[in-house]
Protein backbone atom coordinates (compact mmCIF):
# COMPACT_ATOMS: atom_id res chain seq x y z
CA UNK A 1 0.00 0.00 0.00
CA UNK A 2 1.12 3.73 -1.11
CA UNK A 3 1.03 6.78 1.19
CA UNK A 4 0.94 9.93 -0.19
CA UNK A 5 2.53 12.78 1.95
CA UNK A 6 0.78 16.34 2.67
CA UNK A 7 1.58 18.96 -0.50
CA UNK A 8 3.10 21.79 0.59
CA UNK A 9 0.80 24.60 0.88
CA UNK A 10 2.81 27.39 -0.29
CA UNK A 11 5.32 26.49 -3.39
CA UNK A 12 6.33 30.24 -3.29
CA UNK A 13 9.76 31.12 -2.37
CA UNK A 14 9.25 34.86 -0.59
CA UNK A 15 11.86 37.51 -1.69
CA UNK A 16 11.96 41.24 -2.33
CA UNK A 17 12.20 42.36 -5.95
CA UNK A 18 15.95 43.45 -7.44
CA UNK A 19 16.52 44.65 -10.63
CA UNK A 20 19.56 44.61 -12.52
CA UNK A 21 21.04 47.03 -14.96
CA UNK A 22 22.67 44.73 -17.92
CA UNK A 23 22.58 41.01 -17.33
CA UNK A 24 24.89 41.09 -20.37
CA UNK A 25 27.23 42.51 -17.58
CA UNK A 26 27.29 40.20 -15.66
CA UNK A 27 30.47 37.95 -15.69
CA UNK A 28 29.62 34.00 -15.34
CA UNK A 29 31.13 33.45 -11.60
CA UNK A 30 34.05 30.89 -11.03
CA UNK A 31 32.82 27.66 -11.10
CA UNK A 32 35.67 25.77 -8.96
CA UNK A 33 35.01 28.19 -5.71
CA UNK A 34 33.47 26.02 -2.34
CA UNK A 35 30.00 27.32 -1.82
CA UNK A 36 27.54 24.19 -1.68
CA UNK A 37 26.50 22.82 -4.97
CA UNK A 38 22.65 23.41 -3.98
CA UNK A 39 23.07 27.35 -3.62
CA UNK A 40 22.90 28.95 -6.94
CA UNK A 41 22.16 32.67 -5.97
CA UNK A 42 25.43 33.44 -6.70
CA UNK A 43 24.64 32.71 -10.32
CA UNK A 44 20.70 34.74 -10.35
CA UNK A 45 21.33 38.25 -10.64
CA UNK A 46 18.30 39.79 -9.41
CA UNK A 47 17.87 37.56 -6.46
CA UNK A 48 18.25 38.60 -3.47
CA UNK A 49 18.37 35.49 -1.02
CA UNK A 50 19.75 32.12 -1.70
CA UNK A 51 17.87 30.57 -4.45
CA UNK A 52 17.95 26.77 -3.61
CA UNK A 53 18.54 24.22 -6.18
CA UNK A 54 14.49 22.68 -6.21
CA UNK A 55 12.49 20.89 -8.68
CA UNK A 56 9.49 23.27 -9.27
CA UNK A 57 6.76 20.60 -10.09
CA UNK A 58 7.97 18.42 -7.06
CA UNK A 59 6.93 21.45 -4.55
CA UNK A 60 2.96 20.58 -6.25
CA UNK A 61 2.90 16.99 -5.83
CA UNK A 62 2.81 14.68 -3.50
CA UNK A 63 5.04 11.25 -4.58
CA UNK A 64 3.32 8.53 -2.71
CA UNK A 65 6.00 6.23 -0.70
CA UNK A 66 5.61 2.35 -0.77
CA UNK A 67 5.57 0.68 3.11
CA UNK A 68 8.85 0.26 4.04
CA UNK A 69 7.61 -3.02 6.41
CA UNK A 70 6.48 -4.46 3.45
CA UNK A 71 9.53 -7.62 2.68
CA UNK A 72 9.93 -8.66 -0.71
CA UNK A 73 8.78 -11.70 -2.29
CA UNK A 74 10.11 -14.44 -2.88
CA UNK A 75 9.20 -14.71 -6.53
CA UNK A 76 7.12 -12.87 -8.81
CA UNK A 77 5.95 -13.11 -12.57
CA UNK A 78 7.46 -9.61 -13.43
CA UNK A 79 9.88 -7.31 -12.15
CA UNK A 80 9.99 -3.74 -13.64
CA UNK A 81 13.13 -2.30 -12.51
CA UNK A 82 12.60 1.67 -12.41
CA UNK A 83 9.67 3.83 -12.01
CA UNK A 84 9.75 6.59 -14.63
CA UNK A 85 6.65 6.53 -16.93
CA UNK A 86 7.82 3.20 -18.78
CA UNK A 87 8.08 1.23 -15.51
CA UNK A 88 4.78 2.70 -13.83
CA UNK A 89 2.62 2.28 -16.90
CA UNK A 90 3.97 -1.44 -17.93
CA UNK A 91 3.52 -1.96 -14.26
CA UNK A 92 -0.19 -1.00 -13.98
CA UNK A 93 -1.04 -2.68 -17.39
CA UNK A 94 0.23 -5.78 -16.32
CA UNK A 95 -1.57 -5.69 -12.76
CA UNK A 96 -4.51 -4.70 -14.54
CA UNK A 97 -4.04 -8.28 -16.52
CA UNK A 98 -3.51 -9.86 -12.90
CA UNK A 99 -0.21 -10.64 -13.46
CA UNK A 100 2.21 -10.71 -10.70
CA UNK A 101 4.69 -7.71 -10.39
CA UNK A 102 7.25 -5.93 -8.67
CA UNK A 103 8.16 -2.65 -8.84
CA UNK A 104 11.65 -1.82 -8.03
CA UNK A 105 12.99 1.65 -7.32
CA UNK A 106 16.10 2.67 -5.95
CA UNK A 107 15.11 5.45 -5.09
CA UNK A 108 11.31 7.70 -4.71
CA UNK A 109 8.98 6.53 -7.36
CA UNK A 110 9.57 8.92 -10.32
CA UNK A 111 13.19 10.02 -9.43
CA UNK A 112 14.62 10.52 -12.69
CA UNK A 113 13.50 12.54 -15.84
CA UNK A 114 10.07 11.65 -15.57
CA UNK A 115 9.47 14.51 -12.48
CA UNK A 116 12.08 16.28 -13.74
CA UNK A 117 11.16 17.38 -17.11
CA UNK A 118 9.73 20.13 -19.13
CA UNK A 119 5.92 18.21 -19.13
CA UNK A 120 5.51 18.38 -22.51
CA UNK A 121 3.66 15.64 -24.26
CA UNK A 122 4.66 15.75 -27.77
CA UNK A 123 4.51 13.81 -31.22
CA UNK A 124 6.89 13.37 -33.50
CA UNK A 125 10.58 12.46 -33.11
CA UNK A 126 14.33 13.89 -33.11
CA UNK A 127 15.49 13.05 -36.32
CA UNK A 128 14.30 14.39 -39.64
CA UNK A 129 11.45 12.58 -41.53
CA UNK A 130 13.92 12.10 -44.93
CA UNK A 131 16.56 10.97 -42.67
CA UNK A 132 14.41 8.10 -40.87
CA UNK A 133 12.87 7.15 -44.56
CA UNK A 134 16.51 6.87 -45.68
CA UNK A 135 17.59 5.06 -42.57
CA UNK A 136 14.55 2.48 -42.19
CA UNK A 137 12.36 2.45 -45.03
CA UNK A 138 8.77 4.09 -45.46
CA UNK A 139 6.72 1.84 -44.19
CA UNK A 140 8.40 1.42 -40.82
CA UNK A 141 8.91 5.34 -40.72
CA UNK A 142 4.97 5.73 -41.14
CA UNK A 143 4.39 2.82 -38.04
CA UNK A 144 6.60 4.87 -36.23
CA UNK A 145 5.07 8.38 -36.69
CA UNK A 146 1.60 6.48 -35.63
CA UNK A 147 3.23 5.40 -32.63
CA UNK A 148 4.65 8.87 -32.26
CA UNK A 149 0.67 10.07 -32.31
CA UNK A 150 -0.97 7.30 -30.64
CA UNK A 151 1.71 8.04 -27.58
CA UNK A 152 -0.22 11.37 -26.47
CA UNK A 153 -3.68 9.71 -27.05
CA UNK A 154 -2.34 6.49 -24.63
CA UNK A 155 -1.43 9.35 -22.04
CA UNK A 156 -4.66 11.27 -22.03
CA UNK A 157 -6.36 7.88 -21.57
CA UNK A 158 -4.84 6.61 -18.58
CA UNK A 159 -4.92 10.24 -17.04
CA UNK A 160 -8.97 10.01 -18.02
CA UNK A 161 -9.06 6.52 -16.56
CA UNK A 162 -7.08 7.10 -13.66
CA UNK A 163 -8.88 11.06 -12.46
CA UNK A 164 -4.85 11.82 -12.55
CA UNK A 165 -4.51 15.89 -11.71
CA UNK A 166 -2.14 16.62 -13.13
CA UNK A 167 -3.53 19.91 -15.45
CA UNK A 168 -3.20 17.26 -18.72
CA UNK A 169 -4.25 19.42 -21.76
CA UNK A 170 -3.94 19.49 -25.41
CA UNK A 171 -2.69 22.95 -25.86
CA UNK A 172 -0.33 22.30 -29.21
CA UNK A 173 3.42 22.73 -29.76
CA UNK A 174 5.10 24.91 -31.92
CA UNK A 175 8.51 24.90 -32.78
CA UNK A 176 10.37 27.99 -33.48
CA UNK A 177 13.01 28.88 -36.53
CA UNK A 178 16.52 30.60 -35.11
CA UNK A 179 17.06 30.52 -38.79
CA UNK A 180 15.68 31.75 -42.03
CA UNK A 181 16.79 28.58 -43.38
CA UNK A 182 15.34 26.93 -40.60
CA UNK A 183 11.66 28.29 -41.02
CA UNK A 184 12.30 27.69 -45.24
CA UNK A 185 12.32 24.37 -44.23
CA UNK A 186 9.07 24.19 -42.41
CA UNK A 187 7.24 24.01 -45.71
CA UNK A 188 8.80 20.82 -47.25
CA UNK A 189 8.23 18.76 -43.70
CA UNK A 190 4.74 20.04 -43.11
CA UNK A 191 4.01 18.85 -46.68
CA UNK A 192 6.13 15.40 -46.09
CA UNK A 193 4.69 14.62 -43.38
CA UNK A 194 1.07 15.18 -44.33
CA UNK A 195 1.85 13.30 -47.62
CA UNK A 196 3.42 10.26 -45.79
CA UNK A 197 1.35 10.26 -42.54
CA UNK A 198 -1.89 12.20 -43.03
CA UNK A 199 -0.83 14.47 -40.42
CA UNK A 200 -1.34 18.27 -40.60
CA UNK A 201 1.31 21.08 -39.10
CA UNK A 202 0.21 24.43 -39.95
CA UNK A 203 3.03 26.78 -40.80
CA UNK A 204 3.14 30.67 -38.97
CA UNK A 205 5.09 33.17 -40.73
CA UNK A 206 7.05 35.84 -38.89
CA UNK A 207 4.80 38.56 -39.30
CA UNK A 208 2.21 36.38 -37.44
CA UNK A 209 4.24 34.61 -34.70
CA UNK A 210 3.30 37.29 -32.35
CA UNK A 211 -0.13 35.21 -32.40
CA UNK A 212 1.72 32.34 -30.79
CA UNK A 213 5.41 33.42 -28.47
CA UNK A 214 5.68 37.40 -27.52
CA UNK A 215 8.98 37.60 -29.06
CA UNK A 216 10.61 39.11 -32.09
CA UNK A 217 13.49 36.70 -32.46
CA UNK A 218 12.78 34.22 -34.54
CA UNK A 219 11.67 33.49 -38.35
CA UNK A 220 8.52 32.07 -37.63
CA UNK A 221 7.38 28.47 -36.54
CA UNK A 222 5.57 25.15 -37.17
CA UNK A 223 2.43 24.24 -34.89
CA UNK A 224 1.29 20.94 -33.84
CA UNK A 225 -1.92 21.16 -32.18
CA UNK A 226 -2.04 17.64 -30.88
CA UNK A 227 0.86 17.99 -28.59
CA UNK A 228 -0.29 18.60 -24.58
CA UNK A 229 1.04 19.66 -21.79
CA UNK A 230 1.53 18.21 -18.24
CA UNK A 231 2.73 18.05 -14.69
CA UNK A 232 5.06 15.66 -15.12
CA UNK A 233 5.67 15.09 -11.21
CA UNK A 234 1.70 14.84 -10.62
CA UNK A 235 1.50 12.85 -13.49
CA UNK A 236 3.88 9.92 -12.69
CA UNK A 237 2.71 10.46 -8.50
CA UNK A 238 -0.20 9.88 -10.47
CA UNK A 239 0.87 6.19 -12.43
CA UNK A 240 2.39 5.11 -9.25
CA UNK A 241 -0.48 5.68 -7.17
CA UNK A 242 -2.86 3.87 -10.59
CA UNK A 243 0.09 0.59 -10.57
CA UNK A 244 -0.26 -0.15 -6.85
CA UNK A 245 -4.14 0.30 -6.87
CA UNK A 246 -3.83 -2.39 -9.43
CA UNK A 247 -1.88 -4.86 -7.33
CA UNK A 248 0.92 -3.66 -8.51
CA UNK A 249 3.97 -4.53 -5.06
CA UNK A 250 5.43 -1.43 -4.98
CA UNK A 251 9.35 -0.95 -3.90
CA UNK A 252 10.78 2.49 -3.36
CA UNK A 253 14.31 2.67 -1.62
CA UNK A 254 15.57 -0.80 -3.34
CA UNK A 255 18.03 -0.32 -6.13
CA UNK A 256 19.07 -4.06 -7.44
CA UNK A 257 22.46 -4.72 -7.48
CA UNK A 258 22.85 -7.40 -10.03
CA UNK A 259 20.22 -9.46 -11.85
CA UNK A 260 21.49 -12.80 -12.96
CA UNK A 261 20.20 -15.87 -14.72
CA UNK A 262 18.46 -18.37 -12.41
CA UNK A 263 17.80 -21.61 -14.28
CA UNK A 264 15.67 -22.78 -17.52
CA UNK A 265 12.54 -22.96 -15.34
CA UNK A 266 9.64 -20.62 -15.06
CA UNK A 267 11.27 -18.02 -12.40
CA UNK A 268 14.42 -17.74 -14.85
CA UNK A 269 16.21 -14.78 -13.60
CA UNK A 270 17.18 -14.03 -9.77
CA UNK A 271 17.42 -10.06 -8.95
CA UNK A 272 19.15 -8.87 -5.97
CA UNK A 273 18.43 -6.26 -4.41
CA UNK A 274 19.22 -3.87 -1.20
CA UNK A 275 16.39 -5.35 0.65
CA UNK A 276 17.21 -8.94 -0.62
CA UNK A 277 16.62 -11.02 -3.77
CA UNK A 278 13.66 -12.79 -5.31
CA UNK A 279 13.01 -14.75 -8.47
CA UNK A 280 11.07 -13.82 -11.59
CA UNK A 281 9.71 -14.80 -14.92
CA UNK A 282 10.37 -11.90 -17.09
CA UNK A 283 12.12 -8.45 -16.26
CA UNK A 284 11.47 -4.97 -18.00
CA UNK A 285 14.49 -3.03 -17.52
CA UNK A 286 12.91 0.42 -17.52
CA UNK A 287 16.24 2.97 -16.05
CA UNK A 288 16.50 4.98 -18.75
CA UNK A 289 19.49 7.57 -18.52
CA UNK A 290 19.99 5.86 -14.81
CA UNK A 291 20.89 2.58 -15.65
CA UNK A 292 23.63 0.93 -13.45
CA UNK A 293 26.52 -1.50 -13.47
CA UNK A 294 23.56 -4.20 -12.55
CA UNK A 295 22.77 -4.32 -16.31
CA UNK A 296 25.88 -3.27 -17.74
CA UNK A 297 25.32 -4.65 -21.21
CA UNK A 298 22.15 -2.14 -21.48
CA UNK A 299 24.45 1.06 -19.45
CA UNK A 300 26.66 0.72 -22.41
CA UNK A 301 24.06 1.31 -25.20
CA UNK A 302 23.33 5.09 -22.92
CA UNK A 303 24.70 8.35 -23.59
CA UNK A 304 23.13 10.04 -20.70
CA UNK A 305 23.26 14.12 -21.49
CA UNK A 306 22.06 17.03 -18.90
CA UNK A 307 19.00 19.00 -19.27
CA UNK A 308 18.52 21.65 -16.98
CA UNK A 309 15.55 23.82 -16.13
CA UNK A 310 14.76 27.45 -14.62
CA UNK A 311 11.59 28.87 -13.48
CA UNK A 312 10.74 32.34 -12.64
CA UNK A 313 8.30 33.58 -10.13
CA UNK A 314 4.52 33.51 -10.64
CA UNK A 315 3.90 36.23 -13.83
CA UNK A 316 1.01 38.87 -13.73
CA UNK A 317 -1.66 37.55 -16.24
CA UNK A 318 -1.12 40.03 -18.73
CA UNK A 319 2.61 39.88 -19.01
CA UNK A 320 1.74 36.14 -19.15
CA UNK A 321 -0.12 35.79 -21.92
CA UNK A 322 1.76 38.29 -23.56
CA UNK A 323 4.72 35.80 -23.58
CA UNK A 324 2.45 32.84 -24.20
CA UNK A 325 -0.90 33.41 -25.36
CA UNK A 326 -2.01 30.63 -26.56
CA UNK A 327 0.02 28.29 -23.96
CA UNK A 328 1.70 26.23 -26.24
CA UNK A 329 4.39 24.23 -25.34
CA UNK A 330 7.24 25.84 -27.48
CA UNK A 331 10.96 24.74 -28.72
CA UNK A 332 13.52 26.21 -30.71
CA UNK A 333 15.39 24.79 -34.17
CA UNK A 334 18.80 24.21 -32.55
CA UNK A 335 20.65 21.05 -31.87
CA UNK A 336 21.84 22.67 -28.61
CA UNK A 337 17.78 23.95 -28.20
CA UNK A 338 16.01 25.53 -25.70
CA UNK A 339 12.48 25.03 -24.40
CA UNK A 340 9.69 26.75 -22.21
CA UNK A 341 6.00 27.18 -21.54
CA UNK A 342 3.86 28.43 -18.79
CA UNK A 343 3.27 26.78 -16.09
CA UNK A 344 -0.34 26.50 -14.82
CA UNK A 345 0.63 29.03 -12.08
CA UNK A 346 1.65 31.41 -14.56
CA UNK A 347 5.89 30.94 -14.42
CA UNK A 348 7.78 30.81 -17.22
CA UNK A 349 9.74 27.28 -17.15
CA UNK A 350 12.97 27.41 -19.25
CA UNK A 351 14.98 25.17 -20.22
CA UNK A 352 17.69 23.26 -22.10
CA UNK A 353 20.93 21.24 -23.38
CA UNK A 354 23.21 24.20 -20.93
CA UNK A 355 25.54 21.53 -20.57
CA UNK A 356 25.95 17.82 -21.72
CA UNK A 357 27.23 16.69 -18.72
CA UNK A 358 24.46 14.53 -16.66
CA UNK A 359 24.12 16.95 -13.98
CA UNK A 360 26.52 17.29 -10.83
CA UNK A 361 28.04 19.71 -8.63
CA UNK A 362 28.71 22.02 -10.91
CA UNK A 363 26.32 21.84 -14.21
CA UNK A 364 23.07 22.56 -12.46
CA UNK A 365 24.52 25.97 -11.08
CA UNK A 366 26.71 26.72 -14.01
CA UNK A 367 23.23 26.01 -16.17
CA UNK A 368 21.35 27.70 -14.06
CA UNK A 369 23.06 30.92 -15.50
CA UNK A 370 23.20 30.14 -18.94
CA UNK A 371 19.58 29.76 -19.25
CA UNK A 372 18.59 32.73 -17.50
CA UNK A 373 20.37 34.90 -20.32
CA UNK A 374 18.81 32.66 -23.25
CA UNK A 375 15.58 33.41 -21.59
CA UNK A 376 16.02 37.21 -21.47
CA UNK A 377 17.62 36.91 -24.87
CA UNK A 378 14.04 35.23 -25.57
CA UNK A 379 11.66 37.53 -23.68
CA UNK A 380 13.79 40.60 -22.07
CA UNK A 381 10.88 41.43 -20.35
CA UNK A 382 11.91 39.16 -18.14
CA UNK A 383 15.28 40.89 -17.64
CA UNK A 384 14.21 42.12 -13.49
CA UNK A 385 12.00 39.29 -12.65
CA UNK A 386 13.08 36.35 -9.97
CA UNK A 387 14.22 33.09 -10.92
CA UNK A 388 12.71 30.88 -8.00
CA UNK A 389 13.39 27.46 -8.86
CA UNK A 390 16.60 25.56 -10.79
CA UNK A 391 17.04 21.93 -11.31
CA UNK A 392 18.46 19.33 -13.31
CA UNK A 393 18.29 15.73 -14.50
CA UNK A 394 19.68 13.47 -17.21
CA UNK A 395 18.11 11.94 -20.71
CA UNK A 396 18.41 9.00 -22.27
CA UNK A 397 20.09 8.61 -25.84
CA UNK A 398 21.00 6.46 -28.30
CA UNK A 399 23.79 6.84 -30.15
CA UNK A 400 21.48 7.01 -33.93
CA UNK A 401 19.08 9.68 -31.20
CA UNK A 402 15.72 6.88 -31.55
CA UNK A 403 13.93 4.88 -29.02
CA UNK A 404 14.47 1.60 -28.76
CA UNK A 405 12.82 -1.67 -27.09
CA UNK A 406 13.21 -4.97 -27.60
CA UNK A 407 15.43 -7.84 -25.48
CA UNK A 408 18.71 -7.66 -24.13
CA UNK A 409 20.54 -10.16 -22.04
CA UNK A 410 16.34 -11.90 -21.98
CA UNK A 411 15.05 -9.17 -20.31
CA UNK A 412 12.58 -6.62 -21.96
CA UNK A 413 14.10 -2.98 -21.96
CA UNK A 414 12.86 0.47 -23.67
CA UNK A 415 15.45 3.24 -23.75
CA UNK A 416 16.59 6.46 -25.79
CA UNK A 417 13.79 8.61 -25.59
CA UNK A 418 15.99 11.77 -26.13
CA UNK A 419 13.77 14.36 -24.68
CA UNK A 420 10.22 12.86 -26.14
CA UNK A 421 9.71 10.17 -23.08
CA UNK A 422 6.55 11.46 -21.20
CA UNK A 423 4.29 10.52 -24.43
CA UNK A 424 6.48 7.79 -25.91
CA UNK A 425 8.04 6.46 -22.63
CA UNK A 426 4.52 5.83 -21.31
CA UNK A 427 3.35 4.38 -24.75
CA UNK A 428 5.71 2.02 -24.66
CA UNK A 429 5.55 0.76 -21.32
CA UNK A 430 1.87 -0.36 -21.73
CA UNK A 431 3.23 -2.04 -24.96
CA UNK A 432 5.57 -4.38 -23.43
CA UNK A 433 3.03 -5.26 -20.99
CA UNK A 434 1.45 -6.53 -23.59
CA UNK A 435 3.83 -8.25 -25.10
CA UNK A 436 4.62 -10.05 -22.16
CA UNK A 437 0.85 -10.92 -21.48
CA UNK A 438 0.91 -13.03 -24.96
CA UNK A 439 0.18 -9.91 -27.76
CA UNK A 440 1.62 -9.19 -30.84
CA UNK A 441 4.69 -7.40 -30.99
CA UNK A 442 3.67 -4.40 -33.06
CA UNK A 443 6.38 -2.21 -31.57
CA UNK A 444 7.93 -0.14 -34.63
CA UNK A 445 10.84 0.63 -32.74
CA UNK A 446 11.90 -2.81 -31.72
CA UNK A 447 14.11 -4.90 -33.74
CA UNK A 448 15.95 -1.92 -35.57
CA UNK A 449 19.32 -1.83 -35.17
CA UNK A 450 21.19 -0.36 -31.66
CA UNK A 451 24.21 0.81 -32.26
CA UNK A 452 27.03 1.13 -29.17
CA UNK A 453 28.00 4.62 -28.68
CA UNK A 454 32.22 5.12 -28.50
CA UNK A 455 33.25 4.69 -25.00
CA UNK A 456 33.52 8.28 -24.53
CA UNK A 457 29.69 9.10 -24.51
CA UNK A 458 29.15 5.82 -22.50
CA UNK A 459 27.01 5.89 -19.38
CA UNK A 460 29.63 5.89 -16.81
CA UNK A 461 32.33 6.87 -19.31
CA UNK A 462 31.37 10.56 -20.82
CA UNK A 463 34.29 12.31 -20.92
CA UNK A 464 33.94 12.76 -24.30
CA UNK A 465 30.36 14.48 -24.33
CA UNK A 466 31.75 18.43 -23.35
CA UNK A 467 33.27 17.49 -27.63
CA UNK A 468 30.09 16.25 -28.54
CA UNK A 469 28.16 19.71 -27.14
CA UNK A 470 30.94 21.44 -29.03
CA UNK A 471 30.45 20.12 -32.44
CA UNK A 472 26.59 20.44 -32.14
CA UNK A 473 27.04 23.76 -31.01
CA UNK A 474 29.56 24.17 -33.98
CA UNK A 475 26.56 22.59 -36.01
CA UNK A 476 24.32 25.89 -34.77
CA UNK A 477 26.47 28.30 -35.88
CA UNK A 478 27.08 27.01 -39.29
CA UNK A 479 23.55 25.69 -40.43
Not at 44 to 50: S, Y
Not at 157 to 164: D, F, L, P, Y
Not at 181 to 199: C, R, T, V
Request: a positive charge; proline letters at 5%; aromatic letters at 8%.
Amino acid sequence: MLTRPAIPRDVELRSRAHFVDRLRETKLPNLTGDRKSSDVSQFLPGNDLAVREKNYWLETAAIPRADPSRGLPESVDVAVIGSGVTGLSAARALAKRRVNVAVLEAKTFGWGASSRNGGMVLTGMKLAVPKLISRYGRERVQRMYAASLASIDCVEQIVSEENIECDFSRCGHIEVACKQAHFHAYAESAALIEKEFNHKLRIVPKAALREEIGSDIYYGGLVDELSAGLNPARYVAGLATAAARAGAAMFDHTPVTSVETAGHDAHRFRVQTSKGSLTVREVLLATGAYTTDATPTLRKKIIPIGSYIIATEVLGERLARQLSPKNRMIYDSKHFLYYYRLTPDRRILFGGRAAFFPEGENTVRESAEILRRGMIDVFPELLGVKIEFVWGGTLDFAFDVMPHTGRIDGMHYAVGYAGHGVAIGTYLGTKIAGIICGEPNDIPFDGIPFPTPPIGLRSGHTWALPLAGAYYKFLDWVR
